[in-house]
């Protein structure tokens, strides 16, 4: 009886280990819409799947108002349960600040690891160039998501504004299950 027990626990435990090592980010969806056409233009936005273990994001987004001086990004986190609900945080950050200090906020910082690898958007303002971020790798993100913060299993969607001068002048939508 004793040893039976045992082994359950042993065999739960190494359930629960498994599952653990393989909690896994999969992007399922991404949506980019520029609000203001005369100063935005996206030219491309699309997740890729190359093979099983090899996935990505790309978007590319054309500044037609350069240089731009005044950037602020706001984030939004959703996770779904009966519909997508605000989760965590709803955060706006001074972009053109946080880029002279990037230890200054550490919401800002963790997000910011996604994009400053992959992106030519790693440097002070002003940008007088278009935004590209190549290729960010899933499992890339899938480390950072499971390993630097553990978040807990579920549907997730990121909503980042991106707003110039106090307006808002994109939206990217990033989709993602956790499980
Ligand atoms: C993308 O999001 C916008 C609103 O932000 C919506 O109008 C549009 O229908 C969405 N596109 C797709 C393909 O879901
Ligand atoms: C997936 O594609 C990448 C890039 O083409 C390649 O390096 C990798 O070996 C592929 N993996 C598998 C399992 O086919
Ligand atoms: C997030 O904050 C912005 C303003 O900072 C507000 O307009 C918006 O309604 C908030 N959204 C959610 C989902 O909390
Ligand atoms: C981003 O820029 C900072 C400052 O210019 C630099 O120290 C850092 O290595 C850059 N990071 C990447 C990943 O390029």
Redo the contacts with the bound molecule.
């Keep these: 009886m004793y040893t039976k027990h045992l082994e359950l626990i042993v065999l739960f435990t190494l359930l629960y280990s498994v599952e653990k090592i393989f909690s896994k980010f999969e992007f399922t969806n991404i949506?980019c819409?520029s609000l203001d056409k005369d100063f935005d233009d996206i030219e491309y936005c699309y997740l890729k799947s190359v093979n099983r273990s090899y996935k990505y994001l790309s978007l590319k987004v054309n500044l037609l108002k350069t240089p731009v001086t005044k950037v602020k990004i706001n984030g939004r986190l959703f996770k779904r349960f009966n519909g997508y609900r605000p989760f965590m945080f709803n955060i706006t950050a001074d972009f053109c600040r946080f880029m002279t200090n990037t230890n200054s906020n550490a919401v800002a910082n963790y997000f910011f690891e996604f994009l400053k690898s992959h992106s030519n958007i790693n440097h002070t303002c002003p940008y007088d160039h278009d935004l590209i971020l190549d290729k960010l790798d899933v499992s890339f993100v899938n480390h950072h998501v499971t390993k630097v913060l553990p978040f807990p299993e579920g549907d997730y969607l990121l909503e980042t504004h991106w707003i110039a001068y106090g307006i808002d002048r994109a939206?990217v939508?990033i989709y993602g299950t956790l499980s």
């Design positions: 949506n819409t939206v939508k």
